[in-house]
């Protein structure tokens, strides 16, 4: 069981059953030790607002994050820096998926929009930054 001073949005274990990572209305995403429940490691996602929405890689080394701020941003796992963003929502990012392909990120607002986003093309850049294996 985890604990924090936030109203949790949203959960998801690593690929490797290591970890999870949480992320709601304190805009920090945390990473939880998943059999024992301590906090390992914290992250501030967001500078306006909630984070609604993660998901991550099926490799396990990108997560991606969407909330109030209507920017889907893309993190490495390992060292948690922001590596990529797309803006084009108008309104709160209510949820989104990676592909399982790890091609394309699908956003959902309450907009009423669906956009899809290149992972490829927003990673690029990074792929060299991160390692083969993540343990």
């Not at 949790?8 to 998943?34: M, N």
């Not at 099926?58 to 820096?81: C, L, M, Q, S």
Request: charged share 20%.
């Amino acid at each position: 069981m985890v604990f924090a001073n936030t109203l949790f949005k949203c959960v998801v274990f690593h690929p490797l059953g290591c970890q999870i990572l949480t992320s709601g209305t304190d805009r920090r995403i945390e990473y939880w030790e998943a059999f024992n429940g301590q906090s390992c490691r914290h992250i501030y996602g967001s500078q306006e607002g909630a984070i609604n929405a993660l998901d991550i890689t099926d490799d396990g080394k990108y997560f991606v994050t969407g909330g109030d701020e209507r920017i889907v941003k893309i993190w490495r796992y390992h060292d948690g820096r922001l590596v990529a963003v797309g803006r084009g929502h108008s309104g709160t990012i209510t949820n989104l998926r990676i592909s399982p392909d790890r091609k394309t990120i699908c956003s959902v607002s309450i907009d009423g929009a669906v956009l899809q986003w290149d992972l490829t093309v927003l990673i690029a850049r990074d792929a060299p930054n991160v390692p083969e294996t993540i343990t």
